[in-house]
């Protein structure tokens, strides 16, 4: 190789490493941890938590290794209310969403878990209003079959200021946040009921939106905030 291209080529490499240091995400170290197992009352509205809570789907991916887990918090509960309904809550929260290793979508990780997605459809949490994206905030509607019963999913993704149904957008956003060399946080808010398997869903969809929106409304603002902003 002559010594122009040997310049040449020295040059371009690093040209090539420059800017993959300029566009590589910066780790979140700035947002404080949210402490949600604190900061989740035990009691809101009519609700009260159980000491002993169901268990529930996993939030994590089956196989993954822990660097592939995206969670720096996990809380997991089940509320109860005078007319027995019984709520299971999943709050699991990350500082850091990249494309590899981000928050884990429910109609991907309860199929992993032995369950059938039955049917999978977008909602808006009336009530749930997000400042930034300036309007209530979507989510899915989902009902799984499984371990002998049917389960009722109501559940919201939020990466940065961005809620989406559409697992594309989700990863649009991040792919922004990364070409500005950031990393954003995000979390996953899931409720879910189980019922009988003739059971009319409808109802019990309402009961998880009616309790997500309680629990916001229970939260000090600068915890609000990790849930929904």
């Not at 559940?155 to 991040?174: K, L, M």
């Amino acid at each position: 190789m002559s010594w122009l291209r040997s310049t040449v080529v020295s040059i371009l490499l690093v040209g090539i490493g420059s800017a993959g240091l300029l566009l590589r995400p910066s780790i979140n170290a700035a947002v404080p941890d949210p402490n949600l197992e604190q900061a989740v009352p035990e009691r809101f509205g009519e609700w009260r938590m159980l000491p002993n809570a169901l268990v529930q789907a996993s939030v994590v991916t089956k196989g993954a290794t822990s660097t592939d887990q995206p969670y720096d918090e996990v809380v997991s509960r089940t509320y109860v209310n005078a007319r027995g309904d019984m709520v299971m809550l999943a709050l699991a929260y990350g500082k850091n969403q990249r494309q590899e290793v981000k928050v884990h979508r429910p109609e991907l990780c309860y199929p992993a878990q032995g369950f059938k997605v039955m049917s999978l459809q977008p909602t808006v949490f009336a009530g749930v209003h997000s400042k930034a994206a300036g309007q209530d905030v979507t989510g899915q509607r989902m009902v799984v079959d499984g371990r002998g019963n049917k389960e009722v999913v109501s559940y919201w993704i939020r990466i940065g200021d961005t809620y989406s149904a559409s697992p594309w957008r989700i990863r649009w956003q991040i792919m922004q946040e990364g070409l500005q060399g950031r990393m954003t946080d995000g979390i996953l808010v899931r409720a879910s009921q189980r019922v009988n398997t003739d059971a009319d869903p409808g109802p019990y969809h309402q009961v998880l939106e009616t309790f997500t929106r309680d629990l916001i409304q229970a939260l000090p603002p600068d915890k609000r905030s990790y849930l929904v902003r």
